[in-house]
Nanobody
Framework: QVQLVESGGGLVQAGGSLRLSCVAS????????MGWYRQAPGAQRDKVAS???????NYGDAVKGRFIISRDNAKNTVYLQMNSLKPEDTAVYYC?????????WGQGTQVTVSS
């Protein structure tokens, strides 16, 4: 079955950096678009970034120029490099994919940015 396992979250000061990882299994990772979403308390889940099988990336306006999404197909892993973090980036970050018309989510990893 499809599994997405995130890691790399934590507590960081404003201006700092974190790198999130999502290890995928149960589907053909190399052909799937992968995405990162985030959800702050009391807010909706928003798209952060996505990357296609060919490496084309797309970013939400709030993170453009600060975050970088990448993938390593040999390791079935998608990354999110987060730089110049702000307190408003505090949220649970989720890995996402769609496989055979079904959406899948990881369990999420908490990112907390202190001011």
């Amino acid at each position: 079955q499809v599994q997405l396992v995130e890691s790399g979250g934590g507590l960081v000061q404003a201006g700092g950096s974190l790198r999130l990882s999502c290890v995928a299994s149960g589907f053909t990772f190399s052909i799937n678009r992968m995405g990162w979403y985030r959800q702050a308390p009391g807010a909706q889940r928003d798209k952060v970034a996505s990357i296609t099988s060919s490496g084309t990336t797309n970013y939400g306006d709030a993170v453009k120029g600060r975050f970088i999404i990448s993938r390593d197909n040999a390791k079935n892993t998608v990354y999110l490099q987060m730089n110049s973090l702000k307190p408003e980036d505090t949220a649970v970050y989720y890995c996402h994919t769609v496989d055979r018309s079904s959406a899948y989510w990881g369990q999420g990893t908490q990112v907390t940015v202190s001011s």
